[in-house]
């Protein structure tokens, strides 16, 4: 039973990134309490509430209509987003989903829009912007001593997996585009907080018309400019490097680690000088919900969630329309 300093959450999926990294941290989170879990498997359900407590709903209503729910983590594949986010918003739970948000901008923007209106919290579950290294390097590039900001490097991309699952399904939101390249696009409008003026993609197909790599250029404004490179296929790279005036920085595994990484900063002056800067380490989901539950308590920082969403609804749906393809 949550206290009153908790709020319940109920996980929403229960396939490997749930077991493995959401309830483990919600268990950790002292202000996240785990309300129960529902899934299609009602067998999984129930082993992962012996484990973790709560409740395993046997549908869908049951978990909406539950009192000691107060947000619902989505946990699903990408392509059931919508219709299932629009659920719980409409039983007037806050909403946490797994990126993608959608498979649409439109849709994307049309929940947005429904959690203003019902006056609660949705959040786009991109966990390593409230990670200490990636604080680090905003609070880094925001500093005069950085120097105007020029222009930066964001690099994801993962070798081939074993079981794929729902990433090489077009119709539950598969592709490299929706699932790493997103990661890319959300760094960009989080370093800038802002929209691109210019904007170039190329995105290459398999022949079963799922997109496994792609590569964009972004310029804001005269001066500023940013190169992303995501896909399917690959040695590992979580990368960002920021090129500044006076400074520069250079960030690995800026998108996931485990809770015992020490992950740094690696900071370099104008003369190209280093300077190494250890972050203590983190665990993204669970500095995730700190900012989540000031949100629920928080009209401001609500609306800075929206605008994130905002952004990234909005960058991903001009890369769609303009992206040229190549097989």
Not at 61 to 79: E, Q
Not at 202 to 215: A, C, K, L, T
Not at 312 to 317: E, L, P, R
């Amino acid at each position: 039973m949550k206290t009153n300093k908790e709020l319940g959450v109920a996980l929403w999926g229960l396939g490997r990134h749930a077991k493995k990294n959401l309830l483990p941290a919600i268990q950790s989170s002292k202000l996240m309490d785990l309300a129960g879990v529902y899934t299609r498997n009602h067998g999984n359900a129930k082993q992962a509430v012996r484990e973790y407590g709560g409740v395993a709903w046997e549908s869908c209503p049951d978990m909406l209509k539950d009192p000691n729910v107060d947000v619902v983590y989505i946990a699903t594949p990408t392509g059931l987003h919508f219709e299932q986010s629009q659920e719980v918003l409409n039983a007037g739970k806050h909403l946490i989903c797994e990126k993608a948000l959608t498979d649409d901008a439109g849709k994307s923007l049309t929940l947005i829009q429904l959690a203003k209106e019902k006056n609660r919290v949705l959040c786009e579950a991109f966990m390593y912007v409230y990670h200490p290294q990636f604080r680090k390097v905003m609070e880094l590039i925001q500093n005069p001593l950085f120097g105007k900001f020029l222009n930066f490097s964001c690099y994801f991309g993962i070798p081939t997996l074993d079981n794929p699952g729902f990433r090489n399904c077009k119709e539950l939101g598969g592709g490299a585009f929706l699932d790493v390249g997103s990661y890319t696009f959300f760094t960009a409008v989080s370093l800038l907080e802002d929209l691109p003026t210019g904007l170039k993609v190329e995105m290459e197909y398999q022949d079963d018309n799922i997109d496994v790599s792609g590569v964009a250029h972004l310029r804001f404004g005269t001066s500023q400019h940013g190169y992303l490179n995501w896909g399917y296929h690959r040695a590992y790279r979580a990368e960002l490097m920021v090129w500044g005036e006076n400074q520069s920085l250079y960030a690995d595994r800026i998108f996931s680690k485990s809770d015992d990484y020490m992950s740094s900063v690696l900071l370099k002056d104008v003369h190209g000088q280093e300077t190494r800067i250890s972050i203590e380490p983190a665990n993204s989901f669970v500095e995730m919900f700190k900012a989540i539950y000031s949100a629920v308590h928080n009209q401001t920082d609500r609306e800075l969630l929206f605008e994130q969403a905002k952004r990234q609804a909005k960058i991903m749906g001009m890369a769609c329309d303009i992206a040229e393809t190549y097989r």
